[in-house]
């Protein structure tokens, strides 16, 4: 066979990690409640259902919105031979007004700097393709979302350094550990172009303090690079304090400030809900980025139906009200009903204010505190617990024993089941620890309190890789990273 090129045999694509591999073994046996009731529990996917029932509504009670019905069916050759990379006026509008809404209406965007890509995951690979060659880096603050190794770097070329936060303050951002991590990198001859950062966090659930923002506008303004501010958690924001976007910090600023080395990344992935329609939105203050990001556009357009669908939800002023404040609602009384759940056994958690997932900390679990113990303590989780939670290494966190855990994906019957089963498991750690014949913390037991016979996971197939699992809702293999 002839050689193939660097980008399809290269590891860069993410999948060979933690992360992945446990969305694999969901895959491979997920739960349901009277179908297979002891699969795994899908807790590492940060979708969010809670109002998914807002949403069926108003198609139901706007059935024109789609071009596929009888209502809308006339307006189906119009947007059927629609293809301007641009995007659909009306949706660039109808996103721009969305996006001020959803920050509260303190800011406003511009639609004419809206360039729309193929979801978060496209939005991120464009801004890096626009302001990085292949080969220079940009600094991203640690725990950071795992998939931005294949977003920003793949195809690219470009390399990720962590800035390295800890747990003694709540893992916050500082200047001193960004210009730490830039220092470095220079030292090292590696190029940065830029800082990238989350705001909300994922994987903390955290919003930046103005401060801290300001002080990192400061920083790049004065190094002369780019920040990109990946905000598509906006609408997540259910406690306070409320999230700051960077638009609002900027404009706030001193007029040195150069705005064209700014960008935003948006999505209604997660503030909607609707991942599948794979909307993702870059929004730059450079007009340079501005008109080469339209046309990188055109290799992933979102499609003319679901933009002529989203201008019309997102235009009804009085559905988005409804729709942010139920959501917001939703998620604060999940939020609490987990964390609540989990300090009644002694597991403590991040506190956070946003995003679909916390932070959890099993650092008291581990046998030993290192990445080996973390591990351990996974394969565990998943193999006898039957949960998928994502470890904190996949996330590039210095710390051993922190755990990403999504909330937002399952119903209420869901999360008992989820809690009752990490309880039992806590509790018989504990009667492990305390009987002097074992060595071993975590040594299975025949006894094991929940039943966990039908279809177990085997650690090899847990930490493989390279091998593709079915998924239960398609024929064919497929990879777990455009679940992302």
Not at 62 to 82: L, Q, W, Y
Not at 421 to 448: H, Y
Request: aromatic share 10%.
């Amino acid at each position: 066979m002839a050689t193939l090129s660097k980008i399809a045999t290269n590891d860069r694509h993410g999948e060979n990690s933690p992360y992945f591999d446990g969305w694999k073994a969901y895959d491979r046996n997920p739960f349901h409640p009277t179908q297979n009731p002891e699969g795994v529990i899908q807790m590492g996917l940060a979708e969010n259902q809670l109002c998914f029932d807002l949403i069926k509504e108003w198609i139901s009670k706007n059935p024109s919105a789609s071009i596929c019905t009888a209502e809308g069916v006339d307006e189906f050759k119009d947007i059927a031979n629609f293809q301007d990379y641009h995007g659909l006026p009306e949706f660039r509008q109808a996103v721009a007004k969305f996006m001020s809404r959803a920050r509260g209406g303190r800011v406003t965007f511009d639609p004419q700097r809206v360039v729309v890509a193929g979801g978060a995951t496209g939005a991120n690979e464009l801004i890096t393709f626009c302001i990085a060659d292949p080969g220079d880096a940009f600094l991203v603050p640690s725990p950071y979302y795992p998939a931005f190794d294949r977003d920003l770097g793949w195809r690219t070329g470009v390399k990720i350094v962590p800035v390295n936060c800890y747990s003694s303050n709540n893992f916050q951002i500082t200047r001193e550990a960004v210009e730490e991590a830039y220092k470095k990198a220079r030292e090292a001859n590696i190029n940065v172009k830029g800082l990238i950062i989350t705001n909300p966090s994922n994987p903390l659930g955290t919003t930046l303090h103005r401060d801290t923002l300001e002080s990192l506008v400061n920083f790049v303004n004065e190094n002369n690079i780019h920040l990109v501010v990946d905000e598509i958690y906006a609408a997540t924001v259910f406690n306070s304090p409320k999230l700051v976007s960077i638009t609002e910090v900027i404009e706030k600023m001193d007029s040195n400030i150069n705005r064209d080395n700014i960008h935003v990344i948006y999505s209604l992935s997660k503030d909607m809900g609707l991942p599948g329609f794979r909307v993702g939105i870059v929004y730059s203050y450079n007009d340079t980025v501005v008109n080469c990001g339209r046309k990188m556009s055109s290799f992933g357009l979102i499609s003319s139906q679901t933009q002529y669908l989203l201008a019309s939800m997102l235009n009804d002023d009085e559905f988005v009200d409804n729709f942010l404040a139920e959501s917001s609602k939703r998620l604060d009384k999940r939020y609490h009903t987990f964390t609540k759940g989990l300090e009644q056994i002694g597991i403590k958690c991040l506190k956070s204010n946003a995003g679909l997932f916390f932070w959890m900390n099993l650092g008291h679990l581990l046998k030993e505190q290192t990445l080996e113990g973390e591990m351990e303590l996974w394969r565990m989780i998943i193999n006898d617990v039957k949960l998928n939670v994502s470890p904190g290494s996949s996330f590039q966190c210095t710390e051993p024993g922190w755990f990403r855990v999504c909330f937002a994906n399952m119903d209420d019957e869901t999360v008992h089941v989820a809690l009752n089963r990490i309880g039992a498991f806590v509790c018989q750690g504990q009667e492990t620890s305390t009987q002097p014949t074992k060595k071993k913390r975590w040594q299975k037991k025949n006894d094991l309190r929940l039943s966990f016979s039908s279809r177990m996971i085997s650690e090899e197939s847990v930490m493989s890789p390279h091998k593709n699992m079915m998924s239960p809702h398609s024929p064919i293999p497929r990879s777990p990273l455009v679940r992302a």
